[in-house]
C-alpha cells in the first residue's frame, strides 16, 4: 500500500497526487567586482502519475478507503530521463512524491525512495521494436 494514514480532522475537496520529475542541478557563480556569488538551479520536468479528487475525507477516517484504482510507474521509465549525476551538485536526479493537496491547509508531502539504477529503464534497441 502507497498511502496509509488517517484525517486527524475532516479533510473536505482535497486532491491525492503522486508525481515524478526529473531535476537539472547545476550551479554557477557570479563575479560583479570583489563579489562573488554562487548561484543553484533545479529546472523541473514532472509528470503525474495518479491524481485522485476527494470530496470528503471524516475525520479519523483511513485514507486508503477513499482511493480508488492503481498508481501506473510506467511514465517514470518512458517520459523521464535516468538519473545521471556528475558529483552532488551536477547532473539530473529523479524523484518522485506522494501529495496531498488542499485549498485551505498546508500542503503534505512525501518524497519516495530513489534507488534507481540504470539497467531500470530500457536500453535503446529495446524501446526501437
Known sequence: ?????????????????????????GQYTE????????????????????????????????????LDGDVDFDPIFTDLMPPLMAGENHGI???????LLHPDFVDQELQGPNAWITTDWPQPSESQT
Open 1 to 25: 500500500m502507497l498511502v496509509e494514514g488517517e484525517a486527524r480532522v475532516p479533510l473536505e475537496r482535497s486532491t491525492l497526487r503522486v508525481v515524478a520529475a526529473n531535476r537539472e542541478n
Open 31 to 66: 563575479r560583479s567586482g570583489k563579489e562573488t556569488k554562487t548561484r543553484k538551479f533545479q529546472p523541473v520536468q514532472a509528470v503525474v502519475l495518479f491524481e485522485q479528487f476527494l470530496p470528503l475525507i471524516p475525520a479519523g477516517a483511513p485514507l486508503s478507503d477513499h
Open 93 to 99: 536526479d529523479l524523484v518522485w512524491e506522494v501529495q
